[in-house]
């Protein structure tokens, strides 16, 4: 059983940069693919980044050169670093793994999701 936990949430001024970590503990995390989803007020969740167990990334459209997702697997742990960011990034973020796939931008496909980190982009 993976568990993962989510950090590094805030608020921050539009424009200024973020890094979320997620954790993860019970698992071999290299053979995992990770992902980052997002879920602002009224709207559902949506991709937002990951990253495959071969080093393969993915962004969705409204963050690619903006966000990078990048992992340490001695520690581990998945990063999220945001910048330039815009009050439309607004949103609980949160970091979901699975063995292996190919699929990466479907929240039905991952298998361990973490609580969630609010993250506040100010205009």
């Known amino acids: 059983q993976v568990q993962l936990v989510e950090s590094g949430g805030g608020l921050v001024q539009a424009g200024g940069s973020r890094r979320l970590s997620c954790a993860a503990s019970?698992?071999?995390?290299?053979?995992?693919?990770v992902g980052w989803f997002r879920q602002a007020p009224g709207k559902e969740r949506e991709f937002v980044a990951a990253?495959?167990?071969?080093?393969?990334?993915y962004y969705a459209d409204s963050v690619k050169g903006r966000f990078t997702i990048s992992r340490d697997n001695a520690k581990n742990t998945v990063y999220l670093q945001m910048n330039s960011l815009k009050p439309e990034d607004t949103a609980v973020y949160y970091c979901?793994?699975?063995?292996?796939?190919?699929?990466?931008?479907?929240?039905?496909?991952?298998?361990?999701w973490g609580q969630g980190t609010q993250v506040t982009v100010s205009s």
């Open positions: 979901a793994a699975r063995v292996g796939g190919l699929v990466v931008s479907s929240l039905s496909v991952y298998d361990y």
């Open positions: 019970g698992g071999s995390f290299s053979i995992y693919t």
């Open positions: 990253s495959r167990s071969d080093g393969n990334t």
